[in-house]
């Protein structure tokens, strides 16, 4: 079983940075892939950013290459998405999801994870 708490949300200016956090409960952290989801209002779950068991390999959606990085913290059960140069349209619930797959494997789709946290909003305003 393993639990996740997001922090770091709320209100950021269009252009202006934010670094949300993601915290996992249990021991076997390094066994999960890592990724953050986002819902805007009337749209669906969409994946962000993942990153894999070692953190040597990552992912990104198109819409936030360049300005989004991910990294995770294993010896502290840690993941961070610095998310940088924000636009409206990151406006969104973020949530962090744990995804227990084989080494290297970066789980990219929502089917692949196992343990979801409560979600932290971000507002990027214009």
């Known amino acids: 079983q393993v639990q996740l708490v997001e922090s770091g949300g709320g209100l950021v200016q269009a252009g202006g940075s934010l670094r949300l956090s993601c915290a996992a409960s249990g021991r076997s952290f390094s066994s999960y892939s890592m990724g953050w989801f986002r819902q805007a209002p009337g749209k669906e779950r969409e994946f962000v950013a993942a990153i894999s068991r070692s953190g040597t390999s990552t992912s990104y959606v198109d819409s936030v290459m360049d300005r989004f990085s991910i990294s995770r913290d294993n010896a502290k059960n840690m993941v961070y998405p610095q998310m940088n140069s924000q636009k409206p349209e990151d406006t969104a619930v973020y949530y962090c999801?744990?995804?227990?797959?084989?080494?290297?494997?970066?789980?990219?789709?929502?089917?692949?994870?196992?343990?979801w946290g409560q979600g932290t909003q971000v507002t990027v305003s214009s």
């Open positions: 999801g744990a995804a227990r797959v084989q080494a290297r494997v970066v789980a990219t789709t929502g089917l692949e994870y196992d343990y």
